[in-house]
T-cell receptor, first 115, second 111 residues
């Protein structure tokens, strides 16, 4: 299995509080992704990174920000959590960009509940 | 909307039977990938088929791709209880920045 660690694995918090999720990889892959998984929607891309300090928005980026100060760490922040952000969050990595016929490798997810 | 849509949404079969899942997509692709997700875990890559390929095998898995119909199928032969999981197709669409996932097929294999 690819060395991807997501933390925390579970979190319960209240509306309006800031939340930061961490993705740590030991594969030295350049590309990292944050997805959320909700029933009936599959996985939807929130943000992705194509290198240190290089990030871009995905299709559901509103309310989220990311940072990547080191190759191995990709942080997802909810500045002021809302109940609609209750979801399971997955980090994925890849050593090649999209279009290079390479798969992505996923962490085991963070289950986030916002009350 | 999701690029890939799986059919059926849920499938229940007996051990030893074959399981077939289908995926349809809307735009041109570089490749199509299938992933498996066990309950409470992340997605695991199963197989990738490129847009110029029509069929690919990996162990008990067979994937077909029909770009004219914008569809793919995943066949799992001689299924086992351990194959119980959700299966997702994901498209690497031309000009897109990341994979686009369908909503998945939940497969239950009864022992």
């Amino acid at each position: 299995d690819a060395g991807i660690t997501q933390s925390p694995r579970h979190k319960v918090t209240e509306t309006g509080t800031p939340v930061t999720l961490r993705c740590h990889q030991t594969e030295n892959h350049r590309y990292m992704y944050w997805y959320r998984q909700d029933p009936g929607h599959g996985l939807r891309l929130i943000h992705y990174s194509y290198g240190v300090k290089d990030t871009d928005k995905g299709e559901v980026s509103d309310g989220y920000s990311v940072s990547r100060s080191k190759t191995e760490d990709f942080l997802l922040t909810l500045e002021s959590a809302t109940s609609s952000q209750t979801s399971v969050y997955f980090c994925a990595i890849s050593d090649r960009e999209i279009g290079s016929n390479q798969p992505q490798h996923f962490g085991d997810g963070t289950r986030l509940s916002i009350l | 909307s999701q690029q890939g849509e799986e059919d059926p949404q849920a499938l229940s079969i007996q051990e030893g039977e074959n399981a077939t899942m289908n995926c349809s997509y809307k735009t041109s692709i570089n490749n199509l990938q299938w992933y498996r997700q066990n309950s409470g875990r992340g997605l695991v890559h199963l197989i990738l088929i490129r847009s110029n390929e029509r069929e690919k095998h990996s162990g008990r898995l067979r994937v077909t791709l029909d770009t004219s119909k914008k569809s793919s199928s995943l066949l799992i032969t001689a299924s086992r209880a351990a194959d119980t999981a959700s299966y997702f197709c994901a498209t690497d669409g031309t000009g897109r920045r990341a994979l686009t996932f369908g909503s998945g097929t939940r497969l239950q294999v009864q022992p």
